[in-house]
T-cell receptor, first 113, second 118 residues
């Protein structure tokens, strides 16, 4: 069964600090991995999308990495801001027939001043 | 900047009633999706729609659910006979290209409709 596990479940950091969120998956065959930011009560917003051949992708202060061999991804946030407080969701899609994406439960990030 | 819109923002209904959730995708997008998120749980894929037909559907998308693009702008999700467990936030999303294979198209999500079934 395809699964996406994220850690930590929640994280509290001080404004200006960096942090790294983890995503492990068992989805196979792999197509792409996406990171989303979801503010409370809002729809997810796409941060990065990576395919098998990509091992890093940046979007401003967000940098995602992918190791397709170990089936792990990370999202690194640099110089955190109060507005970074949100849930960060890892989503993995398979290829070869079914597109249906598998969502992780998300990491809840709180940035304190 | 174009965005996906959804109406209503909150829908309250009695168990067994039919509800229609409405979405207006971004105008030049070709692929449309519905997701749901039960309070405190992860987002779940329901269905994808392209060229006026369902492309993919999950196990959740059973016979009580249907989708339709009644005109050139709206995309709807109908739940025929709502159950208590249908209470959730329902998100519509759209993308310009296919969501299949190694496509890297971005999906744009709407703000969601919170459905409460009493």
């Amino acid at each position: 069964k395809n699964q996406v596990e994220q850690s930590p479940q929640s994280l509290i950091i001080l404004e200006g600090k960096n942090c790294t969120l983890q995503c492990n998956y068992t989805v196979s065959p792999f197509s792409n991995l996406r990171w989303y930011k979801q503010d409370t009560g809002r729809g997810p917003v796409s941060l990065t999308i990576m395919t098998f051949s990509e091992n890093t992708k940046s979007n401003g202060r967000y940098t995602a990495t992918l190791d397709a061999d170990t089936k792990q991804s990370s999202l690194h946030i640099t110089a955190s801001q109060l507005s970074d407080s949100a849930s960060y969701i890892c989503v993995v899609s398979a290829s070869g027939g079914s597109y249906i994406p598998t969502f992780g439960r998300g990491t809840s990030l709180i940035v304190h001043p | 900047e174009p965005e996906v819109t959804q109406t209503p923002s909150h829908q309250v209904t009695q168990m067994g009633q039919e509800v229609i959730l409405r979405c207006v995708p971004i105008s030049n997008h070709l692929y449309f999706y519905w997701y749901r998120q039960i309070l405190g749980q992860k987002v779940e894929f329901l269905v994808s729609f392209y060229n006026n037909e369902i492309s993919e559907k999950s196990e959740i998308f059973d016979d009580q659910f249907s989708v339709e693009r009644p005109d050139g702008s709206n995309f709807t999700l109908k739940i025929r006979s709502t159950k208590l467990e249908d209470s959730a936030m329902y998100f519509c999303a759209s993308s310009r290209y296919s969501g299949r294979s190694a496509s890297t198209d971005t999906q744009y999500f709407g703000p969601g409709t919170r459905l409460t079934v009493l």
